[in-house]
């Protein structure tokens, strides 16, 4: 990789961070400790949620959701296609059954018509993916979950922040789980946070996220507490760490100023590329605001002599680096040949999948960086045009 190839994605850690985690070091405590509780404060508050419990991943935060929710081996859960495959397997960890659905064209998030084709009488949970970060159908979402009597756990790993209607993410479902995965708009390596305003629900996921223990290692170490705890269910190691929440605390202070850098990226994206007849660009509802997590673009192949594949690899060769969100999951073998899934039923991801590329989007990519991004698919799109 030469200096000025541009990655596809970079964190964006400065010394605040750095300064932080090294104060950390230092403090003596590296584990779940003083600094995730006040992540988990700050989070919550910046989400406007009443509870939220910190994780290892969003993973983990979908399988404590789940566990909660006392989800039973043969039960069902609706989830879309176009996602990364993490959304479906955490419902195999119960026996359960992943009900893989097609999304909508245009904005890639579930498609409603299909979870009302796919409820059954085994039906518990409808997960929505908030797709590339803008917020799915959630009024229409829980609308059809009231009536079914389902639970909607919001696969938010894209959409810190997002808004739907005007409200933010992270507190309008039954639950919200974030990812703070290197690539995301967080990033804490890796990590997660559970949001919901239920107590009940939160404190099951607080316990079950460190084995079930009802009192935590640093309520435990500390001076303020003995060493006596008790196991309420087999539970899990799913804990955040204080090394992780150095990062979160600093991270979430500029969320909001990371935005707008993506916002601007975005802009300059759609102004630039809005008159290239060889590709289509993302489609964000009027009554919704992405995070910008991800730029997809989508090529327009009947005009291009060229696949999409071939098209990563010469802008490779330019320099850009890229990704591509997602292959749908009925596609993997896996799921393919376990729920027994076919092709046909999912006509519109099929068509996305064979057209998207994510292009760079990130704060600290610089306006040469997106001139040279846009630059190079005009160039690419010119050359290879029918
Ligand atoms: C839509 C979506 N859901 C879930 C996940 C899983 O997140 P984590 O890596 O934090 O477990 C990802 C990660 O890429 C994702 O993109």
């Given at each position: 990789m030469t200096d000025n190839f541009i990655q596809f994605h970079k964190p964006y850690i400065n010394d605040d961070e750095i300064n932080e985690v090294v104060a950390t070091l230092k403090?003596?405590?590296?584990?779940?400790?003083p600094r995730t509780i006040q992540f988990e404060e700050n989070f919550k508050d910046y989400i406007g949620a009443d509870f939220s419990v910190s994780v290892n991943s969003w993973t983990a935060g979908g399988h404590l959701a789940l566990e909660a929710f006392g989800l039973q081996p043969g039960d069902e859960v609706i989830v879309p296609t176009?996602?990364?495959p993490a959304t479906a397997e955490i419902v195999y960890y119960f026996g359960a059954k992943p009900v893989i659905v097609d999304v909508e064209e245009g904005?890639?998030?579930?498609s409603i018509k299909e979870i009302e084709k796919a409820i059954t009488k085994k039906t518990k949970v409808i997960i929505p993916v908030h797709y590339a970060g803008q917020p799915a159908d959630l009024d229409e979402i829980n609308q059809i979950a009231k009536a079914y009597n389902l639970k909607v756990i919001e696969?938010?790993?894209?959409?810190?922040p997002a808004f739907y209607k005007g409200e933010k993410i992270g507190?309008?479902?039954d639950v919200t789980v974030f990812s703070f995965y290197?690539?995301?708009?967080?990033?804490?390596g890796e990590g997660g946070m559970i949001c919901s305003n239920n107590e009940e629900f939160s404190e099951r996921t607080r316990l079950m996220?460190?084995?079930?223990?009802?009192?935590?290692a640093w309520k435990r170490y500390?001076?303020?507490?003995?060493w006596y705890y008790e196991i309420i269910?087999?539970?899990?190691?799913y804990n955040f760490t204080d090394l992780q929440a150095a990062l979160g605390l600093v991270q979430l202070r500029k969320v909001d100023e990371m935005l707008e850098m993506r916002k601007h990226i975005a802009a300059l994206y759609t102004k630039e590329l809005?008159?290239?007849?060889y590709i289509y660009l993302p489609v964000i509802k009027d009554d919704r605001e992405t995070s910008w997590h991800l730029y997809p673009i989508r090529l327009n192949l009947e005009a291009l002599t060229i696949g999409r594949n071939d098209f990563i690899n010469e802008l490779k060769s330019l320099g850009v680096g890229t990704g591509v969100h997602?292959?749908?999951?009925?596609?993997?073998k896996f799921y393919k040949d376990s729920l027994l899934?076919?092709?046909?039923?999912y006509p519109v991801a099929n068509d996305a999948f064979e057209r998207l590329i994510s292009i760079p989007i990130y704060p600290g990519l610089t306006d040469n960086q997106v001139a040279k991004v846009i630059e190079s698919i005009h160039f690419l799109t010119k050359k290879f045009s029918r």
């Open positions: 403090s003596g405590w590296l584990s779940m400790g176009m996602t990364f904005t890639f998030n579930i696969d938010a790993a894209h959409s810190l507190s309008i479902s290197a690539t995301k708009t967080l990033c804490t996220r460190m084995h079930g223990m009802n009192r935590d500390s001076d303020a507490c003995s269910g087999p539970g899990f190691k809005r008159g290239n007849e997602f292959m749908p999951v009925h596609q993997h899934l076919q092709n046909n039923d």
